[in-house]
């Protein structure tokens, strides 16, 4: 099994020459491609008075991604809804809590997030603040899992609001699959495309590499095999794990 070319599933970076990807091509002599396997598209103002959710009401709004953040508050502009200045914001990391400070004055009290920069520490605010009754924005079949089974769990009240869809991108006009010996998946959404795309697609010798644990187990639910995994111990990061794998798997090394 050798790699010459790889697909990542994503936008290019924004410079690539100073990305980990780059470092990649030059230690091992790989052709990388990039091309966003879907796209999201933020729910319309007018398709969104439809749930007849009140946005205002709750006094407590749950950001798991900057994503969220961006698709929530363009559409309360597009409705023209200013969230009371008394509303919690509670975040699983400090990076998606500080990126509100584009839409939101920051405040310690206002503005919550995991213990220690520990994801799971989104579940002790859930409890500390559990009299508020939460919003949680949120794609059409992208919700939390983890979120609403411990909101349930506790009977602690909440509403999930679909701020934006999942729109899959037609691979078949920007690529030719056929072309990587590896290709990279960064979210479940990829596989679904992959497999939109290509009813009929088959594994065979390409090699697949996940971020993520859900990313993972999506490829692994379709019986296809899962050769490169990151965040682990060894390979924090997917640049990491992808070095990794190339030491023995690269068609040539500089």
Avoid at 27 to 36: L, P, V, Y
Wanted: hydrophobic content about 40%; charged content about 25%.
């Amino acid at each position: 099994m050798k790699v010459k070319n790889v697909l990542i599933s994503q936008n290019a970076p924004a410079d690539f020459e100073k990305s980990p990807y780059s470092e990649l091509t030059k230690k091992f002599s790989i052709n990388i491609d990039f091309c966003k396997f879907f796209q999201l598209e933020g729910v319309t103002g007018m398709d969104f008075r439809k749930n007849k959710i009140n946005l205002a009401e709750h006094t407590a709004v749950v950001f798991s991604s900057k994503n969220t953040i961006d698709y929530f508050f363009q559409l309360t502009k597009e409705l023209r809804i200013e969230m009371p200045e008394s509303t919690k914001y509670i975040c699983p990391t400090d990076q998606v809590a500080h990126y509100l400070q584009k839409y939101v004055q920051y405040r310690k009290r206002k503005i919550l997030f995991g213990k220690n920069n520990n994801p799971n520490g989104i579940f002790d605010l859930f409890l500390k603040n559990k009299t508020q009754k939460f919003l949680i924005p949120c794609g059409e079949d992208s919700i939390n899992t983890q979120y609403v089974e411990y909101l349930e769990k506790h009977n602690i009240n909440f509403t999930p609001a679909v701020v934006f869809h999942t729109v899959m991108t037609d691979l078949k006009k920007e690529i030719d699959i056929q072309k990587y010996d590896m290709i990279v998946f960064f979210s479940p959404h990829g596989i679904v495309s992959l497999k939109e795309n290509y009813p009929d697609f088959e594994q065979k010798e390409i090699v697949f590499a996940a971020l993520g644990l859900n990313t993972a187990a999506a490829i692994q639910a379709e019986g296809w095999d899962l050769q490169i995994m990151a965040p682990t111990k060894l390979t924090p990061s997917i640049t990491t794990a992808i070095s990794l794998f190339l030491k023995d798997h690269a068609t040539r090394k500089r």
